[in-house]
């Protein structure tokens, strides 16, 4: 039995919810050999309990792994937020948000010079499923450049205001900064921001725009003339060319584009790392007097769904599938009138089909 739970706890992690049946075909399409479906329970319920501990043994470590990080890392920001406890003599507090920014990623992003940020949250799987929120800047070159992240307890205006707050106090953002955050249109990170930042210009991701617009108006060509407009610059590099050519000193093209894209401060930028820690045997215990529990399992908001939700770009690719192309979006043509739309099962100039085996007489 022990052997079946170790070899599904890798399983049981990534999908604590997996039903039994799955867990049966995929141990016997593995190893060829029948598993009774109580034999799989009981090796689930021993895995869970594996899973479960293992996780809660490293919330107990969370304050020791973040000590190490800050001893590792120099000017470091980790801010941990537990559970309101109403009973102060209580040896232990329940986990609620995380927040880290790496002292070498906001040197490297006031280094960078941009005044832009892009918010977004996905979801975090497990037996404790949580929330992860990120802040990131772009590169000189259009690359992603992380800022901050954040474990919180849900997507929520709550949640996306304590994660702003601080973010400003490492940022330096205060009320009226001169700044501009890019985010998806998620009903809890527009309160925050008005909230935390209400002089600050927030703009909305045009892949999100079109996502909502494509409900109404799904041809290429509104897609086409939403992504122009996004793109449109304040300067045209053929202006150079064009002094250029009537004897006019441009000068170096550096001089014609902000600071933030030179070469030099991208090299400036990248000279900052992240240091790495030592092992757990090595780590300094927390001095914090309380142990630190995982937090309580709880069902995220919305019907949970078997498969992610593609866009229309990705139902719109050709798959491969088993070796064959899928016909999706493909028009169907009849071999006997040539028309698109039905094959020859269905078509209405087909004549009586006749049976080309013979009929047998009765004696």
């Not at 290429?220 to 060319?241: C, E």
């Not at 092992?279 to 908001?301: D, R, V, Y």
């Not at 491969?320 to 209405?348: E, I, P, S, Y």
Request: some cysteine; hydrophobic content about 30%; proline content about 5%.
């Amino acid at each position: 039995m022990s052997t079946i739970a170790k070899e599904i706890e890798s399983t049981m992690e990534l999908n604590p919810g997996i039903p039994i049946k799955v867990l049966q075909d995929l141990i016997q399409k593995k190893y060829q050999v029948h598993i009774s479906l109580k034999k799989i329970f009981r090796a689930k319920v021993l895995a869970t309990k594996k899973v479960q501990s293992d996780f809660t043994t490293q919330y107990l470590l969370l304050r020791d792994y973040c000590a190490e990080l800050l001893r590792s890392n120099r000017d470091t920001t980790v801010t941990i937020e537990v559970e309101r406890e109403f009973n102060p003599t209580t040896e232990s507090r329940q986990f609620k948000r995380i927040y880290i920014c790496y002292g070498c990623l906001k040197v490297g992003f006031k280094q960078r010079g941009g005044e832009v940020l892009g918010l977004d949250g996905c979801f975090m799987k497990g037996p404790f499923p949580r929330q992860i929120l990120t802040a990131v800047g772009v590169y000189g070159n259009n690359g992603i450049y992380p800022v901050a992240f954040a474990i919180v307890e849900a997507e929520s205006s709550s949640s996306w205001t304590w994660f702003l707050q601080c973010l400003g106090n490492d940022l330096d953002l205060n009320i009226r900064s001169n700044f501009t955050f890019l985010s998806d249109r998620k009903k809890g990170i527009i309160p925050a921001i008005k909230k935390v930042y209400p002089s600050i210009e927030h703009r909305y991701c045009p892949r999100h725009i079109h996502e909502n617009m494509k409900i109404k108006w799904r041809s290429n060509m509104f897609k086409n003339m939403l992504w122009k407009a996004g793109g449109q610059s304040v300067m045209d590099y053929s202006t150079m060319y064009d002094m250029a050519a009537n004897g006019i000193e441009g000068g170096i093209p550096e001089s014609w584009v902000d600071e933030v894209y030179w070469l030099s401060t991208w090299k400036k930028v990248n000279e900052n790392t992240i240091d790495p820690i030592n092992g757990k045997e090595m780590w300094t215990p927390s001095a914090c007097p309380t142990s630190l529990l995982p937090p309580e399992h709880h069902t995220q908001i919305g019907r949970p769904k078997k498969a992610r939700k593609k866009s229309v770009e990705e139902l719109s690719q050709k798959i491969n599938t088993g070796g064959k192309m899928t016909r999706k979006g493909k028009a169907v043509t009849c071999q006997v009138c040539k028309q698109k739309g039905h094959n020859k099962r269905g078509c209405k100039e087909r004549g009586p089909s006749t049976s080309t085996q013979p009929t047998s007489q009765q004696q």
